[in-house]
């Protein structure tokens, strides 16, 4: 009687947090400051997108993160699509081996950003060649 539901609403307040945690899912855009776009890529620059990282987590997508990698897309930043595939797959790679390295539940967001800055000045670079 009074036990089970006692057991039944901490179970409905753990819902509760965990909703109130992932707020139904949780989208993260963060701007790639340190990534300044190369002209080439657009003609005027005081009108190209910043680089954005969007990340996705919570409610059906990537519901165990920190503990699996975020489902993470980049747009903007003035690169062709191959170079926002090649910087987003890089980013992907960083986001696996950091949990691969600390066995998960570290915050990834900003390393991810930091990981992106560096792949899109490589990606640049090396394209401009």
Same mark, same amino acid.
Do not use: W
């Given at each position: 009687?009074?036990?089970?539901?006692? =057991?039944?609403?901490? /179970? =409905? =307040?753990? /819902?509760?947090?965990?909703?109130?945690?992932?707020?139904?899912?949780?989208?993260?855009? !963060? #701007?790639?400051?340190?990534?300044?776009?190369?002209?080439?890529?657009?003609?005027?620059?005081? /009108?190209?997108?910043?680089?954005?990282? $969007?990340?996705?987590?919570?409610?059906?997508?990537?519901?165990?993160?920190?503990?699996?990698? #975020?489902?993470?897309?980049?747009?903007?930043?003035?690169? #062709?699509?191959?170079?926002?595939?090649?910087?987003?797959?890089?980013?992907?790679?960083?986001? !696996? /081996?950091?949990?691969?390295?600390?066995?998960?539940?570290? #915050?990834?967001?900003?390393? !991810?950003?930091?990981?992106?800055? $560096?792949?899109?000045?490589?990606?640049?670079? $090396? $394209?401009?060649?």
């Amino acid at each position: 009687g009074a036990a089970e539901e006692g =057991e039944g609403d901490e /179970e =409905e =307040e753990g /819902e509760k947090e965990r909703e109130k945690l992932s707020g139904n899912g949780a989208d993260f855009l !963060l #701007p790639v400051t340190a990534f300044e776009i190369p002209a080439r890529y657009h003609p005027d620059l005081d /009108e190209a997108p910043p680089l954005v990282l $969007e990340a996705f987590v919570g409610e059906g997508v990537a519901e165990r993160y920190p503990f699996e990698p #975020p489902i993470i897309a980049f747009v903007g930043g003035g690169l #062709p699509a191959e170079g926002i595939k090649y910087v987003t797959g890089k980013v992907f790679e960083v986001c !696996l /081996e950091r949990i691969s390295e600390s066995g998960g539940g570290e #915050p990834l967001l900003f390393d !991810l950003v930091t990981a992106a800055e $560096e792949h899109a000045v490589t990606y640049s670079e $090396e $394209e401009g060649v």
